[in-house]
């Protein structure tokens, strides 16, 4: 059997025209799961420095020759992903004003997904999708920059992952062209995959079934158990077995036990690597005089594997808590992370980590709550995960040994708090800005508005409500994204502005279903669409939908009538101005929501902070 295995980076794959068979499985990758993992993996080993930059290895496709093209035989849903990813970077960089060399990038790009073939006279795509599911939506995309047709299941997703890397993209656009540039570099020449040509499809499917069965080869967690077996004395052999084996047990509750390398890498930046590491880094690490000194699981092997079973077994329960995404869990506080920085994020567990090995419940809940503050400004302001990182990595070496909330409280007030306090100004231009599809997934941007719900409510002495509560809501447009007739109120200049003012986040609010499915109907603006919405507004049992109608009130000189006269929370018409007005409040209403140690954020006095920077 012949077989052919290469590494290749990404502008490698120009050598190759791929068509996956219509045999082949769908695209099922989803956007807040495999694709959002796919970001975070490749964003955790990407370094801005090009000289620090190293080769990430992605994975591996198989592949059979067919008539000048390769069917992909294993690997479709990561080599689909990549084609999305090159029209996301194509169509970030086409629009804009480019130089000669970051012409060329574009013009790499480009060629990486299609080429002009001169002896057919015909364009040929780079990847084709032949199984009915997908039917022409790839090639639209790579040829036209948008897809217009009927939607299957499969288009869904594909659609829903380039959105998702789409928006990822942009946050290093925001931060200029050069640092969007520097990362499609690092994309298009340090990621890394194994391009395995059979002879034939048997052959092929050898491999694949060979691969599947037999897995990778040892990892740094292997490597690691081994150190402590050459390292212990025989006595504690079965101690360190048993004690790996509840390692092992810990990461499959999680349901991480197939990518163990994480825990780890997680492991020891909180603990004893000073800064960010690589997970191709790790087991270097460990074994340099550094790494030996911090560790010590030369000296005591069987202490550092207890070590790594109390904390993972921290981690597996803040994995499973931050993945809830519902009320009844065992560290709400951590399940609120999940919430406002998406389920699938682990960053937080840096810090939650770094904390003594007997810290109780309460510590690791008060922390996870300066951390969901953190990440709600963070994210408004469209910071990137890799910088959250690199701060992460820092302040965790502040954290460790700490396991009261007092100590906690010392660090938050000279880490997070000074970060964020000397980002305030910026952060009230972002809000005052920003759109709802900023919060997207959905069940974040209602968690957001369900915490200033409870806000709202705590204020008024009434019960707040559970995260289950809201995350059955819907969200309304105040001003409708369909109006009748295509009418628009002659105060907008046109559409463009009509429709930046309909997703604002000042002009949606949380309904049930039933009533949203009502207020549907009153999209004609030209009669009294608003008020029979405010009539609707007032059957809800959301409060801040209640007090859209200006007349709503809870007897007299109550808590919930004072928040509406202090907050200025009253509209009797509806509007662009009152738009921007609604957004102001949400805006005091955030700064109330997410605090640290107790404190507003804007109440902080900014030169008395030092802003904190990842290195």
Not at 14 to 31: G, S, T
Not at 224 to 238: G, P, R
Not at 474 to 493: R, S, Y
Request: include cysteine.
């Amino acid at each position: 059997m012949e077989i052919k295995a290469e590494v290749k980076s990404i502008t490698k794959l120009k050598d190759y025209f791929f068509l996956v068979p219509d045999y082949q499985r769908e695209y099922v990758w989803k956007p807040d799961d495999q694709v959002e993992q796919f970001i975070i993996d490749i964003d955790n080993e990407y370094e801005p420095n090009p000289q620090l930059q190293k080769s990430y290895f992605i994975g591996s496709i198989i592949i059979v020759e067919n008539k000048g093209k390769f069917d992909v035989i294993d690997g479709q849903q990561r080599l689909t992903t990549v084609v999305l990813s090159l029209c996301a970077f194509r169509d970030l960089l086409k629009p804009l004003e480019l130089d000669s060399k970051q012409k060329k990038y574009l013009q790499t790009i480009e060629e990486l997904l299609s080429d002009f073939d001169i002896t057919t006279d015909e364009t040929k795509l780079r990847l084709e999708l032949q199984y009915e599911e997908s039917k022409d939506y790839l090639s639209k995309l790579i040829q036209e920059g948008k897809y217009e047709d009927d939607e299957t299941p499969s288009i869904k997703k594909m659609k829903q992952a380039y959105d998702r890397l789409h928006t990822h993209y942009t946050g290093y656009l925001k931060e200029g062209l050069e640092s969007l540039i520097s990362y499609a570099r690092y994309f298009l020449t340090k990621i890394e995959l194994v391009v395995i040509e059979s002879e034939n499809l048997s052959s092929a499917l050898k491999i694949f079934e060979t691969i599947n069965q037999r897995g990778a080869g040892l990892n740094a967690m292997d490597l690691v158990k081994n150190l402590l077996f050459s390292e212990a004395k025989e006595s504690d052999f079965q101690k360190i077995k048993d004690t790996w084996k509840e390692i092992i047990y810990s990461l499959q509750k999680c349901n991480e036990d197939g990518s163990p390398l994480r825990f780890l890498r997680y492991f020891l930046m909180a603990r004893y690597h000073d800064g960010i590491i690589r997970e191709d880094d790790i087991y270097k690490w460990i074994i340099s005089p550094e790494g030996k000194a911090a560790t010590k699981y030369q000296a005591q092997p069987l202490d550092f594997a207890k070590e790594l079973q109390r904390i993972a077994k921290r981690y597996a329960e803040l994995v499973v808590a931050t993945e809830l995404v519902k009320d009844g869990g065992d560290y709400p506080k951590t399940t609120n992370i999940g919430f406002v920085n998406k389920y699938k994020s682990r960053q937080h567990l840096i810090l939650l980590l770094a904390l003594d090995v007997t810290t109780d419940k309460a510590t690791l809940e008060y922390l996870a709550q300066q951390i969901e503050s953190f990440f709600f400004f963070s994210n408004t302001m469209g910071i990137q995960a890799k910088n959250n990182e690199g701060l992460f990595a820092k302040w965790a070496k502040e954290l460790r040994g700490k396991k009261s909330i007092d100590e906690v409280k010392e660090i938050v007030s000279t880490t997070l708090m000074p970060y964020i306090a000397a980002k305030v100004p910026q952060f009230k231009s972002d809000f005052l800005n920003i759109t709802h599809g900023s919060y997207n997934p959905l069940y974040r941007l209602r968690y957001i508005l369900g915490k200033m719900e409870n806000t709202v409510l705590a204020k008024a002495g009434l019960p707040v409500k559970g995260n289950d509560f809201f995350y059955d809501l819907q969200i309304e447009h105040i001003l409708p994204q369909t109006p009748k007739n295509d009418f628009i109120p002659n105060e907008f200049v046109d559409k463009d502005e009509y429709y930046g003012m309909v997703y604002k986040l000042g002009n949606v609010l949380l309904l049930e279903s039933t009533i949203n499915q009502a207020v549907n109907n009153f999209n004609d603006l030209n009669n009294d669409w608003f008020e029979k919405k405010q009539n609707e507004y007032t059957k809800s049992d959301v409060v801040t939908s209640n007090l859209m109608n200006h007349e709503y009130s809870i007897g007299k000189n109550t808590a919930i009538n004072k928040f509406k006269a202090d907050y200025g929370y009253s509209f009797d018409s509806w509007g662009k101005e009152k738009i921007k007005e609604r957004q102001k409040v949400l805006l005091e209403l955030a700064f109330e929501s997410w605090k640290f140690n107790g404190s507003r954020i804007d109440k902080i006095e900014v030169a008395e902070t030092i802003e904190t920077e990842a290195e």
